[in-house]
């Protein structure tokens, strides 16, 4: 387990190489932490946004990996209470579901900031090294 900060004003600090992920699919988070970690990230996965709150306790991840729609709960609440609470955290969206337009989800984090389920191995890292290095860390 990590250590929690010392200061308070730590909470906002990336660590340099943790990924979070956060998708209710456990076959979907096994295989992102799987790709990711053999990429050299520190990887934690998470079913729901209470597991993911808790542990910002230790600090912010250098990225987020969200998906929209987390069984009864929203991504998109999750990333907005994440702004507040740990303002620029980068994160990426992912969604299986057609009904959420490209254009919401580029309002939301950017034309490359998103990628619908099932998405490219190569695309996915790249994208998570790009949003990784917007905090200044990369692995």
């Not at 990924?19 to 729901?48: C, K, N, P, Q, Y």
């Not at 946004?49 to 600090?59: C, I, Q, V, Y």
């Not at 992912?94 to 939301?108: C, K, V």
Request: net charge negative; glycine share 8%; aromatic share 6%.
């Amino acid at each position: 387990m990590r250590q929690g900060p010392e200061q308070p004003d730590d909470l906002a600090m990336p660590r340099r190489d943790w990924v979070a992920i956060v998708d209710d699919d456990a076959a979907m988070r096994s295989a992102l932490a799987r790709l990711l970690r053999v990429e050299g990230f520190t990887v934690d996965t998470f079913a729901t946004s209470l597991e993911f709150f808790t542990a910002l306790a230790d600090g912010a991840p250098a990225c987020l990996v969200l998906d929209v729609q987390l069984g009864s709960e929203s991504g998109f609440d999750l990333q907005d209470r994440l702004a507040v609470s740990h303002p620029g955290v980068p994160v990426i969206l992912i969604t299986g579901h057609a009904r959420i337009s490209s254009a919401e989800l580029t309002r939301r984090v950017g034309a490359d900031g998103f990628a619908r389920k099932p998405f490219d191995g190569n695309v996915m890292i790249e994208m998570v090294r790009r949003r990784t290095e917007m905090r200044g860390k990369t692995v």
